[in-house]
């Protein structure tokens, strides 16, 4: 098995990264299908920051060719990934070419696909059945109240919380493949036990494969939006049944990455998401003896700067 994340032109792709460790997915290797920070929503906890482009307009941001095009680079360097992952810095179902996309992509290899999304657009039947070759599909659903999706989401006016659910079920009836269901818990918004409750009796008629809690773990959008605690994690799981879990802490061998790639890798890495040392050095195969170097030279160059959020230390790019 061939570990690596492939060459310094390749980490240089304008809309293809990683492959980056995921909590939920193993090693994915990742697909923006929009421009940075293209959504449909604003939410409070997005480790990304605001919203700069705040739409519900589906065209095609990005051609299907080209994400092709870059997309059998990577496969012919036979990087070793668990999924590939259309996600990214915005919302993916805004481009219109996705279900283009995945049939495309489907032809090309047997790597798993998979689409996060933020179940705002499952409304609509021609999205959802965009969706119906891709192999696993996790939404993301945050409470069934109408006022703590505003205060969570600040979504556009044309998306409302019923809309997503009705989504959603509609999905579960025509859909084929795995359904892993996020939902995202933050601390004071919609962890009451009056939300848990109205949650689960979505559940039953979403019916998800899985469901898979997540709270805030990078640094959020809005300082005011905390994560709730392992211990207060593991009662919901409990009370949602055998189907919840936890996401847990990704644990697994690193990939390898050639000397001359790990300070532009890094910088890559960086400017998807923030990291922990440890989070960089378990994507990228950097010992984090010599990680602490890089990381130290690119302070001082001021390409990147550190953030503190629950007591730990977060690199971003600046």
């Not at 700069?52 to 095009?69: D, L, V």
């Not at 999205?127 to 969570?152: E, G, M, Q």
């Not at 790639?261 to 989070?279: F, M, N, S, V």
Request: charged share 30%; hydrophobic share 35%; proline share 4%.
């Amino acid at each position: 098995m061939i570990k690596r994340t492939g060459s310094k032109k390749l980490n240089n792709k304008k809309h293809i990264y990683g492959p980056v460790p995921s909590r939920r997915l193993g090693y994915s290797l990742g697909i923006d299908l929009v421009p940075f920070k293209t959504c449909t929503f604003n939410c409070i906890y997005c480790q990304l920051g605001k919203t700069t482009c705040q739409t519900a307009k589906r065209k095609k941001y990005i051609s299907a060719e080209e994400i092709i095009k870059e997309l059998k680079q990577y496969l012919d360097q036979k990087i070793d990934v668990d999924f590939i992952t259309f996600s990214g810095s915005g919302e993916p179902l805004l481009n219109k070419e996705i279900g283009r996309l995945i049939k495309k992509i489907k032809e090309m290899t047997k790597i798993p696909l998979a689409v996060i999304t933020n179940s705002s657009l499952l409304y609509n039947a021609d999205v959802r059945r965009s969706l119906l070759n891709a192999d696993v599909v996790l939404p993301t659903l945050t409470t069934v109240k109408s006022n703590t999706f505003k205060r969570i989401h600040r979504p556009l006016s044309l998306i409302n919380v019923k809309k997503i659910i009705d989504g959603l079920i509609k999905f579960r009836k025509i859909y084929k493949g795995k359904i892993w269901l996020e939902i995202m818990l933050i601390k004071g918004f919609n962890d009451s036990k009056e939300e848990i409750v109205g949650l689960k009796n979505v559940m039953n008629k979403i019916k998800p494969d899985r469901i898979q809690l997540n709270t805030v773990v990078r640094p959020p959008s809005e300082t005011f939006a905390r994560p709730v605690t392992l211990k207060e994690l593991n009662k919901i799981r409990k009370f949602l049944g055998s189907k919840c879990e936890v996401v847990a802490e990704f644990k697994r061998e690193a990939k390898i990455l050639k000397k001359d790639e790990k300070k532009e890798a890094i910088l890559h890495y960086l400017r998807r998401r923030p990291g922990t040392q440890k989070d960089i050095g378990m994507s990228l195969g950097i010992d984090q003896n010599e990680l602490v170097k890089y990381l130290t030279e690119l302070l001082k160059l001021k390409m990147i700067k550190k953030k503190k959020y629950g007591g730990v230390i977060f690199y971003e790019t600046v």
